[in-house]
């Protein structure tokens, strides 16, 4: 990850790690410094127990891909979080975990496409706001525009199974839940 000064802090929920597309353009976006991402080992555990529990015929790239998580980006994981979690209130108690560990890391962000198990009323008292995935990579471009379209150009011309046209990679932004985005995209797909 590049080390530039006074980026914001964001703690990603594991329903936005799930998704490849989203995970990897946030991923991408934060190795580049645009932000400081977060997770704790309870994020990389339910996301990967989601993901195996669809698909675990992928076991060996879901783990590979967690290793690579860990060895990339060790500043991400938050710890010390657990004994404020008792004393946190949400929707669905199961999510705490998630709240506690932002606080811990002095998150400005939680990145969920779950908006619902973090109501701004329990967030605003620890100055944390919650944002979808979409919506924050949205922001992030329009913070960053420059170098989000390179990050974004060099993602489109990576894969190669199957590999995309700067519209086909638009309209796979757009199908993957990223529509935001995507419309952040169409007037530069020359350049893309």
């Not at 195996?52 to 783990?63: C, G, Q």
Request: with cysteine.
């Amino acid at each position: 990850m590049k080390h530039i000064a006074d980026r914001f802090v964001v703690l990603l929920d594991a329903n936005v790690l799930y998704p490849f597309r989203k995970r990897d353009i946030l991923l991408r976006f934060y190795h580049a410094g645009l932000f400081q991402a977060r997770w704790s080992e309870d994020i990389l555990a339910e996301w990967t127990h989601s993901l195996l529990s669809m698909r675990p015929e992928l076991s060996t790239s879901i783990n590979s891909q967690l290793a690579a998580m860990r060895e990339v980006f060790p500043e991400a994981l938050v710890t010390g979080y657990e004994s404020l979690v008792g004393g946190l209130t949400l929707p669905d108690p199961d999510d705490r975990h998630v709240l506690a560990a932002a606080i811990q890391c002095g998150a400005q962000h939680i990145v969920t496409d779950n908006l619902a198990d973090f109501p701004k009323a329990a967030l605003d008292h620890f100055s944390i706001e919650a944002i979808d995935a979409d919506e924050f990579l949205s922001r992030t471009f329009d913070l960053y525009p420059v170098e989000a379209l390179e990050i974004l150009r060099t993602t489109r011309k990576s894969y190669k199974n199957p590999p995309f046209t700067p519209s086909e990679f638009v309209f796979d932004l757009t199908a993957k839940g990223l529509p935001k985005l995507a419309s952040r995209l169409r007037p530069n797909r020359a350049i893309l």
